[in-house]
């Protein structure tokens, strides 16, 4: 297994287990895991990235798990983790 798809994996995983609350409460374990931990994208990228989830019917944290997902690994990724 790819190094890439277990950081996605785990960097999900964390995410579900420890946030409470509901979608908008996880973004920023979220974005800890795309930015700070794994540097997958800039701090300003995700405010993009960010700005255009909410602009989208539905969960935000799904938005944003598919969207890593997906830059990741492309359409393999997405489904990984959501």
Same mark, same amino acid.
């Given at each position: 297994?790819?190094?890439t798809y277990w950081e996605i994996t /785990? /960097?999900?995983f964390r995410t579900g287990?420890? @946030?409470y609350g509901g979608g908008p409460s996880i973004v920023?374990?979220?974005r800890y895991? /795309?930015?700070t931990r794994y540097g997958?994208?800039?701090d300003d990228e995700? @405010?993009?990235v960010l700005a255009i989830a909410n602009t989208l019917p539905g969960p935000i944290a799904t938005k944003l798990a598919a969207y890593l997902g997906y830059r990741q690994k @492309?359409?393999?990724g997405a489904p990984l983790a959501l």
């Amino acid at each position: 297994m790819n190094n890439t798809y277990w950081e996605i994996t /785990a /960097a999900m995983f964390r995410t579900g287990i420890l @946030g409470y609350g509901g979608g908008p409460s996880i973004v920023p374990l979220i974005r800890y895991e /795309a930015v700070t931990r794994y540097g997958w994208m800039k701090d300003d990228e995700f @405010g993009e990235v960010l700005a255009i989830a909410n602009t989208l019917p539905g969960p935000i944290a799904t938005k944003l798990a598919a969207y890593l997902g997906y830059r990741q690994k @492309g359409w393999r990724g997405a489904p990984l983790a959501l």
